[in-house]
């Protein structure tokens, strides 16, 4: 969703990366993942999230959450705030963005 990493550079934006495996958290184990891991892009400049890669259990649908963040304009600290019913693959939003 949104840019990937080679798109942000070759536009000059200044960007952070966040990635993790997260095979090992509880939403990776409980469901047995083989594959569990994230990249997002944020903007240094203002926090805004240029763009999301999911991999893993329900990436389908949980990618749909920094879809509508980045359509409604949230920053990534909004996510990081955002409360998500638990244990749900959103859940783990908070902690990637």
């Known amino acids: 969703m949104g840019l990937t990493e080679r798109q942000a550079k070759e536009q000059g ?15 990776g184990r409980r469901h047995r993942a083989p594959a569990y891991a994230y990249k997002v892009l944020v903007s240094k400049t203002d926090g805004s ?18 879809a509508v963040a980045m359509k409604a304009g949230m920053k990534a600290r909004d996510l990081k705030s955002f409360l998500f019913s638990y244990p749900t693959m959103a859940s783990d939003v908070s902690y990637m963005a």
């Open 13 to 27: 934006l200044d960007y952070k990366v966040n990635t993790h495996d997260a095979r090992q958290w509880f939403n």
């Open 49 to 66: 999230i240029l763009g999301a890669h999911l991999v893993g259990p329900q990436a389908e649908e949980t990618i749909n959450v920094f």
